[in-house]
């Protein structure tokens, strides 16, 4: 495998050769709606080499995904899980399993978390662990467990389930609408993470909606209709968690020249504001403003994941969405459960 810095020279060639061809694929769309298909090929491509690559690079920084087992052969050799940032079934050893042994009876639809590998010729979950560490297995399981397996033990520890009050949600999620949101795109990652605290603290936050040189149309062009006063939003940056709870002060719009300034540096080859004015008429786009409070944040290195919080595992926990318009999660019937435990997390 090539070493860090090439891997990263590749991924940055890459994003940017993707951001390319997705600018030109825009502008041809906006504007002629046919003759685009090529560039879309493409974009694929490119999107698909870059997923390659992070992943290589994740190896060398020990990056920890979250994931589910889905599969364990019946001689309870190897097993297989689903994660969101992956497209297929990553593979595992039982000789990756950190904390517990693996059995076909009792590990499927566990949630776990794990780095990756590259080996004979595929990725790989190495550091396979259990997000909850077996509370509920009782004594004859425990002796079974020991008997087949006694090495595991150094690393598991059984305790005494105890009966939790329920959980109450804070007032300030009562009576109004909590998006999830994601941050930025992964494309440019790097420079929007470099501008992030300058952004909430000058009030405001962004996304992206297509632009007819007066106002926002097709993409997010209800946005503006759909965010009111006194939302919140679940502020998200994908392959890290989430990093901030905003509240919504007015209503989404277009930029103002200060507001442009501020993200200069914040997306590909941006240096003035004219740069950025030309690339809104020249490709059919434009930002959208949101102006909001800050509620509670957290670095953005230390963003908040489900493994931080004690949330129960019965439920689904919401993160991982794709897009840049505000999300309701619908299948999470405790979203606002999961937002205020955030919240209250990130207080603390």
Request: aromatic share 12%; with cysteine.
């Amino acid at each position: 495998m090539s070493s860090i810095k090439e891997l990263k020279d590749k991924l940055k060639n890459a994003q940017e050769e993707c951001e390319k061809y997705t600018n030109l694929y825009w502008g041809l769309f906006h504007k002629t709606k046919s003759g685009c298909d090529h560039y879309k090929d493409i974009i694929h491509k490119k999107d698909l080499r870059i997923m390659e690559l992070e992943r290589k690079l994740s190896i060398y920084e020990v990056k920890e995904y979250n994931g589910r087992i889905s599969f364990v052969s019946q001689d309870n050799i190897y097993g297989s899980l689903e994660c969101p940032e992956f497209e297929n079934k990553i593979t595992f050893h039982k000789n990756n399993c950190r904390n517990f042994i693996l059995k076909k009876t009792k590990m499927i639809e566990k949630n776990v978390s794990f780095n990756l590998d590259f080996t004979h010729g595929k990725f790989q979950a190495i550091n396979v662990k259990l997000e909850e560490n077996n509370t509920n297995q009782n004594y004859l399981d425990m002796v079974d467990d020991f008997m087949e397996s006694p090495e595991i033990f150094d690393n598991i520890q059984y305790s005494v389930e105890e009966k939790k009050e329920n959980y109450k949600i804070n007032p300030l999620f009562e009576n109004c609408d909590i998006w999830y949101m994601n941050g930025y795109n992964k494309n440019n990652m790097d420079e929007h993470l470099k501008i992030w605290d300058h952004l909430i603290d000058n009030g405001f936050v962004y996304t992206w909606g297509g632009y007819d040189g007066t106002k926002i149309i097709n993409v997010n062009h209800q946005l503006p209709n759909k965010l009111k006063n006194n939302d919140k939003i679940a502020w998200y940056f994908p392959g890290r968690g989430y990093v901030s709870i905003l509240e919504v002060i007015d209503t989404p719009r277009l930029p103002t020249d200060d507001e442009i300034k501020i993200t200069l540096h914040g997306g590909p080859g941006w240096s003035t504001l004219e740069e950025v004015k030309e690339s809104f008429t020249k490709y059919s786009w434009t930002m959208i403003v949101i102006p909001i409070k800050v509620l509670a944040k957290v670095d953005k290195d230390k963003c908040i994941n489900k493994c931080d919080i004690e949330w129960d595992e019965k439920y689904e926990w919401s993160y991982g969405y794709r897009g840049s318009s505000a999300i309701k999660p619908t299948k999470n019937e405790k979203w606002v459960d999961q937002v205020s435990m955030i919240y209250d997390k990130m207080l603390k």
